[in-house]
């Protein structure tokens, strides 16, 4: 077994879980409901925001100085994965680059998601994307026929981002989750158990890197 080494703080675990929590849900409301569906997605922007500034002064392996890797230590531990996998305590350099890549596309869907939903007259742009868009209406005269197709063809535009951004999203969170399930057999070690009690496998052999 070897020692363990306590790796994910209280922050970064509740941050996971949470996330995992506010994400399904975005995803589940999408269709069903605006106003669950941008409080799931404006709880996804606050944990994103958070964890961003936590991976500046958190603790040692939740900073992304810890993790976030040049391109020759990926290939190194891809290529030990072919022989005797490369242990990492913290992030592998692999899973440190899908980290910053699911924050990216995290940051990237609820930023347009913020958008369409203030081209509906909703949420924090509601008033700053208002004049731009419609200024007839904003200015309450009646909007012309032309200004109304540009407004509507401008939101289903940012609409198309934004479901694709997700769409990007959930693809990158399969890939996750087969790469935690992959790096828990090939190490064998329980990763998901880790990011729950936040423990993990010290150095126990001679590439061990903590
Ligand atoms: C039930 C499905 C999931 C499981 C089992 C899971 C499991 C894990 C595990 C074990 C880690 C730590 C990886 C390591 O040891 O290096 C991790 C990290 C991470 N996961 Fe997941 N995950 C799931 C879903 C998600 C979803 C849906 C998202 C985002 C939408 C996500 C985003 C992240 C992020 C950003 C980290 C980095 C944590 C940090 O350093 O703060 N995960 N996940
Ligand atoms: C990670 C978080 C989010 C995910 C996974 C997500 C996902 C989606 C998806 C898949 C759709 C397309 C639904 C369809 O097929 O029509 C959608 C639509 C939409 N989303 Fe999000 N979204 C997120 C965050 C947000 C945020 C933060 C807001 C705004 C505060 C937002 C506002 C909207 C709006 C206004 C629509 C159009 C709904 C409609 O009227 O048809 N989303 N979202």
Known sequence: MGTQVYVWDRFVRFFHWSLVAAFTLAWLSAEENDTVHSMAGYAVIGLVLARLG?????TRHARFADFVRGPRAVKRYLLSLA??????VGHNPAGGWMVVALLATLLLTTATGVVVYGYE????LATTLAPALAPARAAGVA????ERTARRR?????EEVHEFAANLTLVLVGLHVAGVVVASRLHRENLVRAMLNGYKRGGATARDEV
């Not at 022989?83 to 990492?88: A, F, L, N, V």
């Open 143 to 146: 909007e012309s026929a032309a």
């Open 54 to 58: 936590w991976g500046l002064v958190g």
């Open 121 to 124: 007259g909703h949420g924090p």
């Open 154 to 158: 401008a939101e289903h535009r940012w």
């Open 83 to 88: 022989g005797r996998p490369e242990h990492h």
